[in-house]
């Protein structure tokens, strides 16, 4: 069975920071790129960060030079550092990825179960 196990969530005062980690099952042999999503009260589902496979990046607008993405292919995880947090960064975080079980054919996109992040004084 294919997962996506997030963790590092929780609550931290505003300016403070969080490190998320998101590691993929055994059974994934292949992964392509790796994203954050994010999806806050009320509020779309909306990409926060993109890693490729080559280990190129992406954000966005409202987390640039604060947050960073990165990947560990050995473990099958990606992280996401969050730095300078404010209140509106207060989401439930998801990883998500184009993975493959096999050694060829096409990708297929898994998600994470979701950690919460909330920022608060």
């Known amino acids: 069975q294919v997962q996506l196990v997030e963790s590092g969530g929780g609550l931290v005062q505003p300016g403070g920071s969080l490190r998320l980690s998101c590691a993929a099952s055994?059974?994934?042999?292949?992964?392509?790129?790796m994203r954050w999503y994010r999806q806050a009260p009320g509020k779309e589902r909306e990409l926060v960060a993109t890693i490729t496979s080559g280990g190129s990046t992406n954000y966005a607008d409202s987390v640039k030079g604060r947050f960073t993405i990165s990947r560990e292919n050995a473990k099958n995880t990606v992280y996401l550092q969050m730095n300078s947090l404010k209140p509106e960064d207060t989401a439930v975080y998801y990883c998500?990825?184009?993975?493959?079980?096999?050694?060829?054919?096409?990708?297929?996109?898994?998600w994470g179960q979701g950690t919460q992040v909330t920022v608060s004084s």
């Open positions: 055994r059974s994934i042999l292949r992964i392509n790129a």
């Open positions: 998500n990825a184009d993975a493959s079980t096999r050694s060829w054919g096409t990708f297929a996109v898994y």
